[in-house]
């Protein structure tokens, strides 16, 4: 199992930059697929981009890509999110979320993902 912890939210002006973290615990972190949601006031949760370190592949949300940037840190289970150009549509709590990549679930699909953190708010005036 692996436990996922979000930090770094908080609030940025439009064009800014944030870095989310997310800390898992776990001895097979590399082995999980880590992937970032959000969820907007009013709104469904959302995509927002995955990293399969097995598959060596990352895949993003239309909406975000070119401007965020996940990476990984196996040796300190860690996975960030590079948010840059930020938006104020793109104002949500932001979640960790981790799964098995036996699953033949896309990457995008959160109900697929049994592991979750608390969530990290983020906040783009404009």
């Known amino acids: 199992q692996v436990q996922p912890v979000e930090s770094g939210g908080g609030l940025v002006q439009a064009g800014g930059s944030l870095r989310l973290s997310c800390a898992a615990s776990?001895?097979?972190?590399?082995?999980?697929?880590m992937g970032w949601f959000r969820q907007a006031p009013g709104k469904e949760r959302e995509f927002v981009g995955a990293?399969?370190?097995?598959?060596?592949?990352?895949d993003y949300a239309d909406s975000v890509k070119g401007r965020f940037t996940i990476s990984r840190d196996n040796a300190e289970n860690t996975l960030y999110l590079q948010m840059n150009n930020l938006k104020p549509e793109d104002t949500a709590v932001y979640y960790c979320?981790?799964?098995?990549?036996?699953?033949?679930?896309?990457?995008?699909?959160?109900?697929?993902?049994?592991?979750w953190g608390q969530g990290a708010q983020v906040t783009v005036s404009s």
């Open positions: 776990g001895r097979t972190f590399l082995s999980y697929v």
């Open positions: 979320a981790a799964r098995s990549p036996l699953l033949r679930a896309a990457v995008a699909d959160s109900s697929a993902y049994p592991y």
């Open positions: 990293n399969n370190w097995i598959g060596r592949r990352t």
